[in-house]
T-cell receptor, first 114, second 112 residues
Framework: DTGVSQNPRHKITKRGQNVTFRCDPI?????LYWYRQTLGQGPEFLTY????????KSRLLSDRFSAERPKGSFSTLEIQRTEQGDSAMYLC????????????FGDGTRLSIL | DQQVKQNSPSLSVQEGRISILNCDYT??????FLWYKKYPAEGPTFLIS?????DKNEDGRFTVFLNKSAKHLSLHIVPSQPGDSAVYFC???????????FGKGTLLTVNP
C-alpha cells in the first residue's frame, strides 16, 4: 500500500493559463474523489468516480473544471482559464466500496495563481 | 450552510492529559462519521470512524462518541502526546452519498 499520490505538489501559474493535476489512488480502490481546501476551511467535495464513471459533480465545479479517470486507475483534474479564486489546495482521495469505508487522502496539489 | 460544525478553532492541553474535540452536525441523514488529523503540508490522515448504529468506537488512545439525539460527536485522546499536535477535522457522510462533508477543523496543541 503506497498511498494516494498526487503530482505536482505545488503549481504556480499566471491567471488565464490552464493547469492539470494528476492523482494515483491506492491500487485496489475503485472509488476516487477530488476535494478543494482553502485557508481556514475544511476540504470541500468537488467530484467522484466509481471506476471510470464520474458519478457526481459539485456545483463548485464550474465548466472551467474537468476531471477524468480514463481506465479506472489514475485521474486528472484540469482547470481552464484559471482565476485568482482557483488558488487552493486540491486533494485527491480514494476508497474501496462498499459504503462506510474511510477515504484515504493524498498530500494534495497547492495551486497558486499569480 | 455549515452542516458540520467544529466550534473550537483551537485547543491546548498538557502532555498526558485528555484532549476532547467536539463536533456538531445538522443533517439528520448523516450516518457515518470520521475524524481526520492533518499536519502542515500533508493531506488529512484517517484516524477513526463511527457508524450511526453505534455510540462509541475505540482504537488505542482514540475514542469517538456519538450522541445522535444531540447531533453531536466527540473525539477523546488519552493520554495526549506532543505528536498529536495537528489540525483535527470532523467529517460526515449520508448512506450511499459517499461524499464527505467536513468541519473547519480544530488546531490541537499538546504542550510537553
Amino acid at each position: 500500500d503506497t498511498g494516494v499520490s498526487q503530482n505536482p505538489r505545488h503549481k504556480i501559474t499566471k491567471r488565464g493559463q490552464n493547469v492539470t493535476f494528476r492523482c494515483d489512488p491506492i491500487s485496489e480502490h475503485n472509488r476516487l474523489y477530488w476535494y478543494r481546501q482553502t485557508l481556514g476551511q475544511g476540504p470541500e467535495f468537488l467530484t467522484y468516480f466509481q471506476n471510470e464513471a464520474q458519478l457526481e459533480k459539485s456545483r463548485l465545479l464550474s465548466d472551467r473544471f474537468s476531471a477524468e479517470r480514463p481506465k479506472g486507475s489514475f485521474s486528472t483534474l484540469e482547470i481552464q482559464r484559471t482565476e485568482q479564486g482557483d488558488s487552493a489546495m486540491y486533494l485527491c482521495a480514494s476508497s474501496f466500496s462498499p459504503n462506510n469505508q474511510p477515504q484515504h487522502f493524498g498530500d494534495g496539489t497547492r495551486l497558486s495563481i499569480l | 450552510d455549515q452542516q458540520v460544525k467544529q466550534n473550537s478553532p483551537s485547543l491546548s492541553v498538557q502532555e498526558g492529559r485528555i484532549s476532547i474535540l467536539n463536533c456538531d452536525y445538522t443533517n439528520s441523514m448523516f450516518d457515518y462519521f470520521l475524524w481526520y488529523k492533518k499536519y502542515p503540508a500533508e493531506g488529512p490522515t484517517f484516524l477513526i470512524s463511527i457508524s450511526s448504529i453505534k455510540d462509541k468506537n475505540e482504537d488505542g488512545r482514540f475514542t469517538v462518541f456519538l450522541n445522535k439525539s444531540a447531533k453531536h460527536l466527540s473525539l477523546h485522546i488519552v493520554p495526549s502526546q506532543p505528536g498529536d499536535s495537528a489540525v483535527y477535522f470532523c467529517a460526515a457522510t449520508a448512506g450511499s452519498n459517499y461524499k464527505l462533508t467536513f468541519g473547519k477543523g480544530t488546531l490541537l496543541t499538546v504542550n510537553p
